[in-house]
């Protein structure tokens, strides 16, 4: 996944497109993992989740994209809001890991009006 | 309400000095957690805890101390060790089983003067 330190990547997109942000994990033993949303001062919101044995998962306007072959998770916002401009991290874990969370390194999403 | 709560919003410290943040949970979880975020970045493990009188260093330890005395509490003091404290703090708790989200508190800002 991405190393935990370094300077967050950003995305801005204009109001009512749809936003892509994608995460790579690093555990191929992780089965299950989680979006959160994260705004300017405040502690990380979850949004979504999804477990191994699937390749999508759809909430109210978001949809998360798994792909075990390359190790890669994806958060879909459609229609994407000014309230949707936060910093969004991807999470894994895996059963013998303690169930311990590990993070990526996040992206910083920014909406344009 | 049940939920995680961090105590004090904003923290100042001085250079030498040892300070104790504050993590309650009322949601009966067993494992807790806390996080180190600094400005830009992401979200870094410093210990955590998966039941009573037990706990784990992550991946950056060195600096701070914990202890897990009662199920509710999961306080993290900040040592004079700990070379650059200036940081978000984030306390988050989980059920502790495989495959469940974590919760957050709202995070403390502590900041060196």
């Known amino acids: 996944g991405e190393s935990v330190g370094l300077h967050l990547p950003t995305l801005s997109v204009q109001e009512g497109d749809n936003s892509i942000i994608n995460c790579a994990y690093s555990?191929?033993?992780?089965?299950?993992f989680i979006w959160y949303k994260q705004e300017s001062g405040k502690g990380p919101q979850f949004i979504i989740d999804?477990?191994?044995?699937?390749d999508k998962r759809q909430g109210q306007r978001v949809t998360v994209l798994l792909n075990k072959t390359v190790k890669h998770l994806s958060l879909q916002i459609a229609a994407t809001q000014p309230g949707d401009s936060a910093v969004y991290f991807c999470a894994e874990t895996w059963r013998s890991g303690a169930n311990n969370l590990f993070f990526g390194t996040g992206t910083r999403l920014t909406v344009i009006p | 309400d049940g939920g995680i709560t961090q105590s004090p919003k904003y923290l100042f410290r001085k250079e030498g000095q040892n300070v104790t943040l504050s993590c309650e949970q009322n949601l009966n979880h067993d494992a807790m957690y806390w996080y180190r975020q600094d400005p830009g970045q992401g979200l870094r493990l410093i210990y955590y805890?998966?039941?009573?009188?037990?706990?784990q260093k992550g991946d950056i330890a060195e600096g701070y101390s914990v202890s897990r005395e009662k199920k509710e509490s999961f306080p993290l003091t900040v040592t004079s060790a700990q070379k650059n404290p200036t940081a978000f703090y984030l306390c988050?708790?989980?059920?502790?089983?495989?495959?469940?989200?974590?919760?957050f508190g709202q995070g403390t800002r502590l900041t060196v003067v």
């Open positions: 988050a708790s989980s059920p502790g089983r495989a495959n469940t989200e974590a919760f």
């Open positions: 805890s998966q039941i009573v009188n037990d706990f």
């Open positions: 999804i477990r191994s044995n699937m």
């Open positions: 555990n191929s033993a992780s089965d299950y």
